[in-house]
């Protein structure tokens, strides 16, 4: 069972797999409820999440309402905790939304949410992340979660989300990081979808990311915190949100100039 899931969610083009979500979750839900687990996202508990990797699977991760996995998890409970992202008045700008989010953002209504992606049916402007149309300094907060890894200038996508950021503003860019490499790994002539996925990790990403991620986001003007935020929450509570330990949050500011 757990083999044909991987094989159904990875031969899937996303954004069919996304219109394909919304007919299935109900079923899930209804299947998988209890108690032992809990999406803070939604509020809703499961006797077990279900199994999600592209390449090698991890067991309870993927929660069946919101479609969140741990690092949704994490970010939603630094935003609500440690962030005025539930109250002040914000203008957001989310590139290649989450569907784990999309709903809840849409629903607060101290936001003005924009969503953006060059194929996503979630996306409100179909846009190139390296030639975004928007203005400078026009958005608060940015969300771009595991999208950089699949950009070829990198280093663009960067000076562009800095540009369209008000200063003061701030935002979460996520990438999967490879914590044992001192500098990202990247070849532009690996292009086969076999090479990518053996070199890469996954068909689609152009670099593995290493440690240096945060230097090149402070190249492109920001300053970075590196936010360990499961050293904030009970490890009963980790557990139980089917967190990932030592989970690093890429919090970046845009300062004043």
């Given at each position: ?25 109900p ?8 108690n ?25 991760v993927?929660?069946p309402?919101?479609?969140s ?9 630094y ?32 936001l ?15 846009a ?45 860019f ?31 990403h ?16 920001f ?23 030592g ?11």
């Amino acid at each position: 069972m757990k083999k044909l899931f991987k094989q159904l969610i990875n031969s899937i083009p996303r954004p069919i797999l996304i219109r394909l979500s919304y007919v299935v979750r109900p079923i899930l839900v209804w299947f998988l409820k209890g108690n032992r687990y809990y999406d803070p996202i939604d509020g809703q508990g499961y006797y077990k999440m279900l199994p999600y990797g592209y390449g090698k699977q991890r067991d309870n991760v993927l929660a069946p309402a919101t479609f969140s996995l741990e690092r949704h998890r994490l970010m939603w409970l630094y935003l609500i905790n440690e962030t005025n992202f539930q109250t002040a008045k914000l203008k957001v700008l989310h590139i290649a939304p989450e569907q784990a989010f999309y709903k809840m953002f849409r629903r607060m209504r101290n936001l003005e949410y924009i969503t953006s992606d060059l194929e996503s049916p979630l996306a409100d402007v179909k846009a190139d992340i390296c030639d975004l149309p928007f203005g400078d300094d026009t958005f608060d907060v940015i969300f771009c979660n595991h999208v950089l890894e699949h950009i070829p200038d990198d280093h663009q996508a960067m000076r562009e989300l800095f540009r369209v950021m008000k200063p003061s503003g701030w935002g979460i860019f996520q990438v999967p990081i490879s914590y044992q490499l001192p500098e990202t790994y990247e070849d532009p002539t690996i292009t086969s979808k076999e090479e990518r996925k053996e070199k890469f990790g996954q068909y689609d990403h152009v670099r593995v990311y290493g440690l240096d991620y945060y230097q090149r986001l402070e190249n492109a003007g920001f300053v970075v915190d590196k936010v360990d935020y499961t050293k904030q929450i009970k490890a009963e509570e980790v557990i139980r949100y089917c967190l990932e330990k030592g989970e690093i949050l890429p919090v970046v500011r845009k300062p004043f100039t």
